[in-house]
C-alpha cells in the first residue's frame, strides 16, 4: 500500500506516469471507491448540497471522466492502456482531494479560512498532473496534454452539475 501512495505522490511531482501505475482491476476498483468516498466526505464536510445531489456529481464527473479518456486512447490507438491510465488519473484524484481536506482541516485549527486560494491552487496543480498524465498515456506534447486535462475538466464539471440539477 505504502509502494502505490509513493507511487500516486511521484506522478502528482510529474516523477512517474501511468505506464508505472501496475496494469489491475482490483487497484482501480478500489482507487474509484475511495475516491467517492474521499469527495462524497470533502463536499459534504464543505457545501451544503444533500447527499444524492453530491453523490450524483461525483459519480457523473467520474463517468464522464473514464469515458472521454477510453475515446481519447481508442482515437490514439492505445486502448490497452486504460486501467492503467483511470488508475493514474483517479488516483491523483484521490489523493489530491485527500490534500484538499487535510489542507482546509488544518487552516480552519489556526482560523484561517483559505478555501478559494487552496482549491484553486490545487485546481491548477491537478490539470498539469492530469496533463501530465494524458502526455505520457497520449503520448502527446505536454501542451496538448493539459489543454486535454482543462477541457475533460470542464466537461466533467457542467455534466456533473447538469446531472445534479444545478446546471
Given at each position: 500500500?505504502?509502494?502505490?501512495?509513493?507511487?500516486?505522490?511521484?506522478?502528482?511531482?510529474?516523477?512517474?506516469?501511468?505506464?508505472?501505475?501496475?496494469?489491475?482491476?482490483?487497484l482501480l476498483?478500489?482507487?474509484?471507491?475511495a475516491n467517492?468516498?474521499?469527495?462524497?466526505?470533502?463536499?459534504?464536510?464543505?457545501?451544503?448540497?444533500?447527499?444524492?445531489?453530491?453523490?450524483?456529481?461525483?459519480?457523473?464527473?467520474?463517468?464522464?471522466?473514464?469515458?472521454?479518456?477510453?475515446?481519447?486512447?481508442?482515437?490514439?490507438?492505445?486502448?490497452?492502456?486504460?486501467?492503467?491510465?483511470?488508475?493514474?488519473?483517479?488516483?491523483?484524484?484521490?489523493?489530491?482531494?485527500?490534500?484538499?481536506?487535510?489542507?482546509?482541516?488544518?487552516?480552519?485549527?489556526?482560523?484561517?479560512?483559505?478555501?478559494?486560494?487552496?482549491?484553486?491552487?490545487?485546481?491548477?496543480?491537478?490539470?498539469?498532473?492530469?496533463?501530465?498524465?494524458?502526455?505520457?498515456?497520449?503520448?502527446?506534447?505536454?501542451?496538448?496534454?493539459?489543454?486535454?486535462?482543462?477541457?475533460?475538466?470542464?466537461?466533467?464539471v457542467s455534466?456533473?452539475?447538469?446531472?445534479?440539477?444545478?446546471?
Open positions: 500500500m505504502l509502494s502505490i501512495l509513493s507511487l500516486y505522490l511521484r506522478i502528482i511531482q510529474l516523477k512517474a506516469g501511468p505506464e508505472d501505475v501496475p496494469a489491475s482491476g482490483l476498483l478500489i482507487i474509484t471507491a467517492v468516498l474521499t469527495s462524497l466526505a470533502l463536499s459534504l464536510t464543505l457545501g451544503t448540497a444533500s447527499m444524492g445531489a453530491v453523490t450524483t456529481t461525483i459519480l457523473s464527473n467520474l463517468a464522464v471522466q473514464a469515458l472521454i479518456i477510453y475515446g481519447l486512447l481508442a482515437l490514439m490507438g492505445k486502448s490497452n492502456r486504460l486501467t492503467q491510465t483511470l488508475s493514474a488519473f483517479f488516483g491523483c484524484d484521490l489523493l489530491l482531494n485527500a490534500l484538499v481536506g487535510l489542507g482546509i482541516g488544518t487552516m480552519h485549527l489556526f482560523g484561517y479560512d483559505v478555501l478559494t486560494p487552496l482549491a484553486l491552487a490545487i485546481v491548477l496543480w491537478s490539470t498539469v498532473v492530469y496533463g501530465f498524465i494524458f502526455h505520457r498515456a497520449l503520448e502527446v506534447h505536454i501542451a496538448v496534454g493539459i489543454g486535454l486535462a482543462f477541457v475533460l475538466t470542464l466537461l466533467a455534466t456533473g452539475q447538469l446531472a445534479a440539477g444545478n446546471g
